[in-house]
Each structure stands twice: as structure tokens, then as C-alpha cells.
């Protein structure tokens, strides 16, 4: 069983919207990271959270650590944005990153 | 371009053979962990090093599987009788554990294909 679930798995939206991409966790974590997969396989690191909000350009990711929740936001979204956006854990205690199965986006123009 | 490469890209192979990579981190990183990612799956952890020591198995890494990194810097990991279900993409990344945000920097994968 998957400790780390995203929704939704898979998203399609046009040119502009606003996209929110989901991600909740069983346990108490020291770090969540949202990273970014683009075809071809390679994996780019967005953000590192343990509390609070990070922005940067049209990215917004926030976390709740009482609800073990956090969420990735872009705001204008462009076809550019299209990617699988993965959100992977290191629950604490471990080492290790524990991730989630990615939530594939498409953004039409 | 994240600053980790990763050799061969693509490894198409027959069933029995052994194959190995090879993976090249940030110069001044310490830590070097593997994972691998199956079509539609969000990556799994293999194992990681901490410098030349290997710190922690998955059990995933069956005896077929194993990883070195004799000199604290690159690493290899070697798959000896390949079965068809080790065809995955492998990725490697790379940090500086110890410094305050950890963190990790992926390399572009390997891509195995076991026929």
C-alpha cells in the first residue's frame, strides 16, 4: 500500500486555468518535495517543504502538516506545464524518499 | 541539465544477461541513492550510499541486484540475470546531507529493456 496518494492521477485543462494537484500522507514526515517529470524521464526538484507556503514564479506549493496534506498550484497555466508532477515524502526517522504515483497534466492551448 | 549523468541512456538487453550503469553525481555531493520507476509508477527506492558506505536496501533489491560506490563519488549498479521485469527506467540522484534544505538532484534515468 502506497503511503503517499496524489489526485488527481490524471488532469486535463486549458490555456489558463488554474491547476491544483493533491497530495496526503499516512504519517508524520520531516520533508515533502514536489518534483516535476517531463517525457523522457528526466525528474526536476520544484519545491522542498516542512511548514507553510513556497511561491515561485507561477508555482504555489503549501502544506498542512495536522491534516498530512499538501497541494501544488499553477496559476496561468501554460502547455509548457505539461508534465507528470510527482510529490515524494521522507517520513521521519527515514532517510529515504517515499513517493507518490504522479499526476499526469496536459495543458491545451 | 541538473549536473548528475547517467550512462548508458537507453540498454536494451536479452533475458539472462547482466547489465550495469553507471551513474556520475554532483561532485561535492555525499549522498547517491537509486531508484526505479515502472510505467505509470512514481519512482521506488533501491538504495542509497553515504559516501562509500551503503546505508540502507530496499527490499526490493533482490540478490540479483547490487550497487557499489567504491570511492565515495560515482556508482554502479549491476542486474545479473536480467528477468523481464526489470525492464524500468533506473534513476539516480544525488544531495548534500548535512546541509539545511536537502535537496535531491536526479539524473536522466537509464532505461532497461529486458526482451
Known amino acids: 500500500k502506497n503511503e503517499v496518494e496524489q489526485s488527481p492521477q490524471n488532469l486535463t485543462a486549458q490555456e489558463g486555468e488554474f491547476i491544483t494537484i493533491n497530495c496526503s500522507y499516512s504519517v508524520g514526515i520531516s520533508a515533502l518535495h514536489w518534483l516535476q517529470q517531463h517525457p523522457g524521464g528526466g525528474i526536476v526538484s520544484l519545491f522542498m517543504l516542512s511548514s507553510g507556503k513556497k511561491k515561485h514564479g507561477r508555482l504555489i506549493a503549501t502544506i498542512n502538516i495536522q491534516e498530512k496534506h499538501s497541494s501544488l498550484h499553477i496559476t496561468a497555466s501554460h502547455p509548457r506545464d505539461s508534465a507528470v508532477y510527482i510529490c515524494a515524502v521522507r517520513f521521519q526517522g527515514a532517510q529515504k524518499l517515499v513517493f507518490g504515483q504522479g499526476t499526469r497534466l496536459t495543458i491545451n492551448p | ?100 534544505q536537502e535537496t535531491q538532484y536526479f539524473g536522466p534515468g537509464t532505461r532497461l529493456l529486458v526482451l
Open chain 2, 1 to 100: 541539465d541538473t549536473g548528475v549523468s547517467q550512462d548508458p541512456r537507453h540498454k536494451i538487453t536479452k533475458r539472462g544477461q547482466n547489465v550495469t550503469f553507471r551513474c556520475d553525481p554532483i561532485s561535492e555531493h555525499n549522498r547517491l541513492y537509486w531508484y526505479r520507476q515502472t510505467l505509470g509508477q512514481g519512482p521506488e527506492f533501491l538504495t542509497y550510499f553515504q559516501n562509500e558506505a551503503q546505508l540502507e536496501k530496499s527490499r526490493l533489491l533482490s540478490d540479483r541486484f547490487s550497487a557499489e560506490r567504491p570511492k565515495g563519488s560515482f556508482s554502479t549498479l549491476e542486474i545479473q540475470r536480467t528477468e523481464q521485469g526489470d525492464s524500468a527506467m533506473y534513476l539516480c540522484a544525488s544531495s548534500l546531507w548535512g546541509h539545511q
